[in-house]
């Protein structure tokens, strides 16, 4: 079972420098989301989606595009890299409802990106 | 607002020894969610248990706990005669009836000594 695969798992940017995650998922889920994990913060929300075509801003959006073109994948964009964005990044899925209805979110593996 | 704090950075034990972790939220909701995750060294974020806001009933799964306490906003955790696998960061997380987000605490370091 794949469930929520992330690719790359790690990357090295130069200040300035874009790149886009990749997350993909295969359990037919309608919600997908984007943390950042930093040391001792825990987990925050980056961007969200309730569906395909759609998106929303969580709690630390600010230097980060979304896309969601597809119902399996979740593309997270950094636009211009800075020091700052250097954390794990995680996707994640969960089925039909928000976590406050008690679905279960389940996450990918984590992208180690580091900006220099 | 909400909020979970994990006031434990790091605990170390010798194997078999248990271990609770403390985990306390605050919200103002009275339908809310509670979840432990459990991340290891590998980096994955696996689903431990979930737990609502009405079901204060305590609950085991192998050498795992969890003490639900409405009265003190707490909801721990326990891991009974640790194994050194047992050896990751284990995070404690709130949602609340109408969010979209799960809001972390910020992890508690659990180290398993041979």
């Known amino acids: 079972n794949a469930g929520v695969t992330q690719t790359p798992k790690f990357r090295v940017l130069k200040t300035g420098q874009s790149m886009t995650l990749l997350c993909a998922q295969d359990?037919?889920?309608?919600?997908m989301y984007w943390y950042r994990q930093d040391p001792g913060m825990g987990l925050r929300l980056i961007h969200y989606s309730v569906g395909e075509g759609t998106t929303a801003k969580g709690e630390v959006p600010d230097g980060y595009n979304v896309s969601r073109l597809k119902k399996q994948n979740f593309l997270l964009g950094l636009e211009s890299a800075a020091p700052s964005q250097t954390s794990v990044y995680f996707c994640?899925?969960?089925?039909?409802?928000?976590?406050?209805?008690?679905?279960?979110?389940?996450f990918g593996e984590g992208s180690w990106l580091t900006v220099v | 607002a909400q909020k979970v704090t994990q006031a434990q950075t790091e605990i170390s034990v010798v194997e078999k020894e248990d271990v609770t972790l403390d985990c306390v939220y605050e919200t103002r909701d009275t339908t809310y969610y509670l979840f432990w995750y459990k991340q290891p060294p590998s980096g994955e974020l696996v689903f431990l248990i979930r737990r609502n806001s009405f079901d204060e009933q305590n609950e085991i799964s192998g050498r795992y706990s969890w003490n639900f306490q409405k009265s003190t906003s707490s909801f721990n955790f326990t891991i009974t005669a640790s194994q050194v696998v047992d050896s990751a960061v284990y995070f404690c997380?709130?949602?609340?009836?109408?969010?979209?987000?799960?809001?972390f605490g910020a992890g508690t370091t659990v180290t398993v000594r041979a």
């Open positions: 994640a899925s969960s089925s039909s409802d928000r976590p406050g209805k008690g679905n279960t979110i389940y």
């Open positions: 997380a709130l949602s609340e009836a109408n969010d979209y987000k799960l809001s």
């Open positions: 359990m037919n889920h309608e919600y």
